[in-house]
């Protein structure tokens, strides 16, 4: 940061106007790699969150598959089926 201030100091504009070219191209570049480094840790996230979810979804409905017969006579049949696209 400091180096950034000192560019400033110069008595020579053409180095003055030098150096704020290059601070300015050198925070685009870091604003531009924060960009796409968080864009390809939200698009890694997304993909893990739909792995589990899918996952989850299937344990559950071969948890309800294993279930009696006689389970389903007590239960709700749209409740069960809310159940499992919700879960």
Known sequence: F???LNAFNSADAAEVKS???FFAAAYSLLGLQQILTTTLQISC???VAARRTQRARKQYLAS???RPLRFFD???TAALAASVLEA
């Open 2 to 4: 400091g180096r950034i």
């Open 19 to 21: 150096q704020v070219h």
């Open 45 to 47: 996230f997304e993909a």
């Open 64 to 66: 309800l598959i294993r």
């Open 74 to 76: 007590t239960q709700d």
